[in-house]
Each structure stands twice: as structure tokens, then as C-alpha cells.
T-cell receptor, first 111, second 117 residues
Framework: SQQGEEDPQALSIQEGENATMNCSYK?????LQWYRQNSGRGLVHLIL?????REKHSGRLRVTLDTSKKSSSLLITASRAADTASYFC???????????FGEGTQLTVNP | GAVVSQHPSRVICKSGTSVKIECRSL??????MFWYRQFPKQSLMLMAT?????????EQGVEKDKFLINHASLTLSTLTVTSAHPEDSSFYIC?????????????FGPGTRLTVL
């Protein structure tokens, strides 16, 4: 079953703006990951953050994790039209275990 | 690095036939491979987890005899949809873990669009 809930379900912004997506989960986790999926394609791994970490950066991406609130956020700064995609969070309850995916956020960046 | 291929990318078949989908990790040995199904505008639904040389672990509600998974080597897993019916039409995606800096990261194939007529 999907334990992740993502918010918002859809987000439309202008190029250059920042995009923030949130993910909440219900059980304790070992790690939380963010993936991007372009329409009709496979998923691309973006960032993995472990339960003992609070923030991680990768290029224009910033991920935060608040285990007390069981939530995570993905921030994309200075968005580009090419960032248009669906973004999924996924949680792993233990190292090497299966991932449980959230429902995803559809991001549209308008040029 | 950590590239996963999937073949075929698209298949159309008649009802009652069987379809085999291959998933390969091209530049790493995958300790575990996963098979997902995705309906339009929905999230991924895990179907099964497979480890090389052992039987796949299926998720609740997934028919083992319908969706046969074989994980013959550390770089190849196959999903066979037996006696396919129109309701099996979907986007099937595999992933592999074991490459990259973390064994927790899954690397996904590009997916296979199955249409059963």
C-alpha cells in the first residue's frame, strides 16, 4: 500500500520561480528518496536522504526531512521548462528494503 | 553509471498470448530487482521483488501464476505476463538496486507499455 502522500497533487509555475513539493509518510523510515518521471518514461533518481539527516542539496535541488513530523520537502530553485515532470517521494523502512511510493506531484513549468 | 534497460519498450498483443519483458542492469550487478505496474496518472504499484537465484516475493493481490518472474543472473530479470487479457494493459517498469553509492537507491528502466487487444 502507498503510505506517502504528496502535496500538492499538481503545481504550475513560471520559469525562474521556485517549486516546493511536500511528502508525508506514516511509519518510521530508514531513508526517503525523491524521483522524477517524465511522461511515459521510467523514473530518475534525484536524492536520497537518510533518517538521521535533515537536509541535502544537489545542484538546484534541496531536500529536507523532518522525522518528528514524518514529512519531507523537495525544493527546486530557478525552475526551467525542462523540470516539467511528475515527482515522487519514496520511503524505505530499512536498508535495502522495498520502497513505498507516494502519489506524486505533477509539476508544470511554463516558459 | 547505474543504467537499467528494459525490452521491449512497447508491445501490442492479442488476448490469450504471453508476453515477456526483460530488465537488464547494464553496468552493475543488481542484488535485487523490482517490478512495478503503473496506471495512467497514478503512482507505481510494486508487484514483486526478486533476488538472483531465488523465488520472487509477490505483493498481496498479485497473481504469481499470472505474472511469472525469473531472475536468472545478477544483471537480468524477466517478467512474463501469461495469457494476457485487456485488463493487463498497463505500463510496467522494472528497477534494480545494488549499483551506485547506495544499495538503497533503485535505478529504473524506461518502462514497457503493454496493450492487450
Amino acid at each position: 500500500s502507498q503510505q506517502g502522500e504528496e502535496d500538492p497533487q499538481a503545481l504550475s509555475i513560471q520559469e525562474g520561480e521556485n517549486a516546493t513539493m511536500n511528502c508525508s509518510y506514516k511509519t518510521s523510515i530508514n531513508n526517503l528518496q525523491w524521483y522524477r518521471q517524465n511522461s511515459g518514461r521510467g523514473l530518475v533518481h534525484l536524492i536520497l536522504i537518510r533518517s538521521n539527516e535533515r537536509e541535502k542539496h544537489s545542484g538546484r535541488l534541496r531536500v529536507t526531512l523532518d522525522t518528528s513530523k514524518k514529512s519531507s520537502s523537495l525544493l527546486i530553485t530557478a525552475s526551467r521548462a525542462a523540470d516539467t515532470a511528475s515527482y515522487f517521494c519514496a520511503t524505505g523502512r530499512s536498508s535495502g528494503s522495498r520502497l513505498t511510493f507516494g502519489e506524486g506531484t505533477q509539476l508544470t513549468v511554463n516558459p | 553509471g547505474a543504467v537499467v534497460s528494459q525490452h521491449p519498450s512497447r508491445v501490442i498483443c492479442k488476448s490469450g498470448t504471453s508476453v515477456k519483458i526483460e530488465c537488464r542492469s547494464l553496468d552493475f550487478q543488481a542484488t535485487t530487482m523490482f517490478w512495478y505496474r503503473q496506471f495512467p496518472k497514478q503512482s507505481l504499484m510494486l508487484m514483486a521483488t526478486s533476488n538472483e537465484g531465488s523465488k520472487a516475493t509477490y505483493e498481496q493481490g498479485v497473481e504469481k501464476d499470472k505474472f511469472l518472474i525469473n531472475h536468472a543472473s545478477l544483471t537480468l530479470s524477466t517478467l512474463t505476463v501469461t495469457s494476457a487479457h485487456p485488463e493487463d494493459s498497463s505500463f510496467y517498469i522494472c528497477s534494480a538496486a545494488g549499483g551506485g553509492a547506495s544499495t538503497d537507491t533503485q535505478y529504473f528502466g524506461p518502462g514497457t507499455r503493454l496493450t492487450v487487444l
